[in-house]
């Protein structure tokens, strides 16, 4: 053993050598770059503190720093500069450049030592999504209505920019295609001009959207066949829970495209997606039914398969109240008649949400009854109303009134007056009043 280990001893002990110098080197070889003595090198400039809802409009530059000093520990990789934007509100301003201080180093210089930013208010529009089919499918075959999911989506970005997005665009390809396309597909912003739309730094990405991409469904179908839009629609099965009720049924979407021959198109009018069960429901649900359970009269078919979706608003159940003591009006009175006594006040029911309900007050309820070509006697008729939004009326009783003719007012007493003296009472001791004869 001991034979072994001493043999091609010399060799052994320069290939030793060798390895440790090797190693040495390549540990020297390291992708820091350490700052030499009094250097001037470039430093990346970026932006602290934007205020929020803001982005910067301006691009920024590089900066070159000079120092004094040496540290060999500092990674010139890990220095950057940076203006702080604390405050600052939308427009062109000026900000210092700074670096943060580096141990044992002075810096002399930073170039520029200001720079001059554009900063724009960050602001949103939901925009609708259009979709651009390029190329033809394989012969005897052509593109049906395009599906986009979801068709509106919010596009958020500088103001500057944001008013400049005419459209929110999606291209597609179906050069070739046999059957129905399926993919998804990123958003892209274009200007009025079709052009896309950049900020100050290309590299960098302004306008966003949210989704930042959709679904698209591309029908391939036969030539032969034609396509319609029907409205769709879906009723309840169960009873709800108690005191709650149907408020709404919505479905999403709102219609399907159908394809089939001319003749069976021209037939059908509307698709109903069947029932959802709502026994014992007392919120709003969403319930999700695919297009395979859903059957199509015979020669029509979807151009993919879909999902609808139905939503089911619940809320709790209208009820009755019962409103005592209104006041009535009486219009139209002819101007010759009156009333022989006050109209009645009465009792009214309605109907509407307890929502509503809580809410109202008599005041809100105006209730009135018509005399217009009513003549002197009695009169019964019914009552008309003014109600707000969303309350019925459910009962409300006639009113039984009498007119009278109106009554002329007292007159003055006649002032005879005495002969040779019609102006003055006839007063036979006030004869210093008649007249000399």
Sequence with gaps: MKEMLQRNLGYKTISLVLAILFWLWVTSQGSSQTLDRDPTFPLALIAKNTPANSMIMTKLPSVKVKTEGYNPSVNVNELFAYV?????EPGEHDYEVKVDPIPNI???EISPRVVTLQLDTVEERMLPVTVEVSGAPVNGKKVGETIVKPSVVNVRGPSSLLGEVDKVLVELSAAGASETLQVSRPLLFRDKNGLAIFGP???VETITSS???VDIIVPIVA???ESKMVPLNATTTGTPAEGKEVRSIQ???????VYGEPEALAQFSALSIGSVNINGLSETKTYEISSDKVSLPEGLNYGSRTTFSVIVEMGSAVQDKTLYDLPIVLRNLPEDLVLEKPLPEVSVTIRAYPEILNNLTKEQISLWIDATGKAVGEHTVKIYWQLPAGIEMVSIPDVTYTLKAKED??????NPGTPGNPGNPGNSNNSGNQPVV
């Design 84 to 88: 702080d934007l604390s405050g600052s």
């Design 106 to 108: 002075k810096i002399v």
């Design 201 to 203: 730094d290309p590299s």
């Design 211 to 213: 989704p930042t991409s």
């Design 223 to 225: 030539k032969e066949l």
């Design 251 to 257: 479905v999403i979407p709102s219609g399907v495209q």
């Design 409 to 414: 007012p007292p007159k003055e007493p006649d």
